[in-house]
């Protein structure tokens, strides 16, 4: 018994051992996408009226988020059924087909195999209602207007209707949607004249019915066309070598450079979002778009005269500092807040809100917390008693804690902002002191100290909270290689509670003309406006801004390193980039970017010349500003190559084109 229980664990043993010296082999990875094998009805088929659609492949697929990826043309209001199961797609239309018209059901990118998720590529279904099947396309690209950002997944469609209110009352013709590049092409299109337009349609009822959609416009009307043409094919062997090059003929068809510049009206209608009294001195209410001012009526306060007003640069936040302390320690003010605000057709219309506006923190917790502050200093003072320091016996008051914006290094074009944290009733120049050093010693120089407000309404004071401070000199600038002191002695700024700043030091130097550069651009003008250029560090920030009416923009003081550049026609005059308007026929105005990244280096001037206007639609923003990279479509194609190189083997894979 023993003899053929070791007979069974050695041959167990040898097994075992025998398996695992003899793994079989995975066998090479699946990197064939899957192949129509045939559809209901047949691709390209002619005067069809069933409005469901079967598509067979020769193996097992998914079908990635079709509510997204997959667009039919024309556009459908009712969304119509998109399922893969096992071999196959059903797609099944819910709206009306129409009569004679060529229908394409664009899949994108969505459909891959199911077990290495190798994907199909573009893949379009074509049919027709009618005798004749439309085989033009129209392609182009969409970028966000501002900053010229590639848009993924906005609407494109075409109008043969050229007036200005089809896109506002019809739905497109024909629809596709862009690609991560921005890139989109539009299929299926019979011959005649279009207009194009883009939406980044929310109600999706496939025309522009909100101004706060997404949209784009062009006036020009195009008539596509096609030629035969000729393209470069590259077929691979692996990642790194060329298998061979082939010329391979194909119908281009045109137009395919479109370019629309896409923006978001801005948001005329006007309401109240919220009140808020964060701090007990100031009620701020915030507005979805600035207009006249509203008139305030106190139920249990006194209006008059009991505000000092602050608005923000656009009038859609206003802040209303309470002038007295009495209301500053009312925990709770009711009052009759009239004002303007947009009705359902957009007028601005009178109306009325009754607000109890409460304060965050009540004035009994701000006694509180006050009389701890006043007893921990109180224990301070007895503990200094006893050990024969110096103490007080009096609490002194808070002081008034302002806010410097000053550099260590300061840019010869600087400027000093201070900024109190409430308004303030009185600010002693006598106790500001700008100095520089010569020599050993620091010297006074003089300066300029301005009050930045915005001023909102002549009959109702401003609050003044901001400063900002720059030498008198020729064109207010910091002399360079200089070390400067800026010294203000207490009380030098005081609020209108009573609270005084503190004895301050900020001391600063300029660095040498050697430091820097200068950047000039000799722009071809392409209209008579005013060009704005900007100056952008590698992570796409405004570091510098000109303007220039003749094209010609000059920067200088430009610290050493790698810069962009953009460019706004100015069409306004008014220094802003301004978005469009399409009631108005407004376009925003044109931004471009220079293509190329450049360096900077101390004492070597940067000098070129550039014509906008001659950028390509494909490059139109330069690579390492893009936020919305390209997609890696080939994740799979070579996975095959590297398994053999660690296996030491040659893989000869079918060619792949790229």
């Not at 041959?11 to 695992?20: D, I």
């Not at 002693?428 to 010693?441: P, Q």
């Not at 002191?485 to 503190?502: C, H, M, P, R, V």
């Not at 796409?540 to 801004?545: L, P, R």
Request: include cysteine; aromatic fraction near 10%; proline fraction near 6%.
């Amino acid at each position: 018994m023993k003899k053929y229980i070791l007979i069974i664990l050695t041959l167990s043993f040898l097994l075992t051992g025998c398996a695992r010296m003899g793994q079989p082999d995975g066998g090479w990875y699946d990197e064939t996408p899957p192949h129509v094998l045939g559809s209901s009805p047949a691709e390209l088929s002619t005067n069809v009226s069933n409005k469901k659609i079967t598509i067979v492949f020769d193996e097992y697929i998914k079908l990635d988020n079709p509510s997204e990826k997959v667009v039919i043309s024309p556009p459908q209001i009712e969304p119509p059924d998109i399922k893969g199961a096992g071999d196959r797609i059903t797609v099944e239309i819910n709206d009306s087909l129409i009569p004679n018209t060529t229908y394409t059901v664009d899949f994108s990118d969505a459909i891959s195999d199911n077990n290495e998720g190798n994907p199909l590529g573009n893949y379009t279904f074509t049919f027709s209602t009618g005798e004749v099947i439309d085989t033009m396309e129209v392609a182009g690209f969409v970028v966000d207007a501002e900053t010229l950002e590639p848009i993924k997944g906005i609407l494109v469609g075409l109008y043969d209707n050229l007036s200005d209110t089809a896109f506002t009352t019809l739905p497109m013709m024909r629809v596709a949607r862009t690609n991560e590049e921005g890139h989109f092409v539009v299929k299926g299109v019979a011959p005649g004249s279009y207009r194009i337009y883009a939406l980044q349609d929310m109600d999706n009822n496939y025309f522009f019915s909100q101004k706060g959609e997404q949209m784009a416009f062009s006036h020009e009307v195009f008539v596509p066309s096609c030629k035969p043409d000729v393209r470069q094919d590259t077929l691979w062997l692996d990642s790194l070598h060329i298998s061979n090059i082939t010329q391979t003929g194909y119908t281009h068809f045109l137009p395919d450079d479109i370019v629309l510049r896409a923006f978001t009206h801005p948001l005329t209608d006007r309401y109240l979002l919220k009140s808020e009294r964060k701090d007990a001195e100031c009620i701020s209410f915030f507005f979805s778009y600035g207009g006249d001012l509203p008139q305030i009526k106190g139920l249990n306060f006194d209006e008059r005269n009991a505000f000092l007003l602050e608005t923000s640069e656009f009038g859609d936040t206003l802040n209303y500092w309470l002038r007295d302390t009495l209301l500053v320690n009312q925990d709770t003010l009711r009052m009759e807040f009239n004002y303007q605000m947009s009705d359902s057709t957009g007028m601005l219309v009178p109306y009325t809100d009754t607000l109890e506006i409460c304060a965050k923190t009540s004035y009994e917790k701000r006694l509180k917390e006050k009389a701890k502050e006043y007893e921990k200093w109180q224990k301070a003072q007895d503990k200094a008693k006893k050990k024969g320091d110096n103490y007080l016996t009096e609490m002194p008051p808070p002081p008034l804690e302002l806010r410097f914006d000053l550099k260590s290094d300061m840019h010869p074009e600087g400027a000093i902002t201070i900024v109190s944290p409430t308004p303030l009733l009185r600010v002693d120049t006598t106790k500001i002191r700008l100095l520089t050093k010569v020599d050993t010693l620091f010297l006074p120089k003089p300066y300029i100290l301005a009050e930045r407000t915005i001023v909102a309404d002549e009959e109702m004071e401003a609050a003044r909270r901001t400063y900002v401070l720059r030498p008198d000199s020729t064109g207010n600038l910091w002399t360079t290689g200089k070390q400067y002191s800026l010294e203000l002695d207490s009380a030098a700024f005081t609020d209108i509670y009573g609270k005084s700043s503190l004895a301050t030091k900020k001391s600063f130097s300029v660095k040498t003309d050697e430091d820097f550069t200068t950047v000039t651009f000799h722009v071809t003008r392409n209209d008579e406006s005013p060009y704005v250029g900007q100056l952008l560090d590698t992570s796409g920030k405004v570091v510098m801004e000109t303007l220039s009416a003749t094209g010609d923009l000059h920067f200088s003081y430009v610290k050493p390193g790698e810069y962009y550049l953009r460019l706004f026609s100015d069409a306004n005059g008014n220094g802003l980039w301004d978005t469009g308007d399409y009631a108005a026929d407004l376009q925003p105005e044109t931004v471009y970017f220079y293509p190329e990244k450049f360096e900077c280096k101390a004492r070597w001037p940067f000098e070129t010349s550039w014509n906008p206007s001659s950028v390509k639609a494909t490059s139109l923003k330069p690579s390492g500003l893009t936020k919305q990279k390209k997609e890696n479509k080939r994740k799979n194609l070579n996975r095959n190559a590297e398994r053999a190189r660690k296996l030491g083997i040659t893989y000869i894979p079918k060619n792949t084109v790229r």
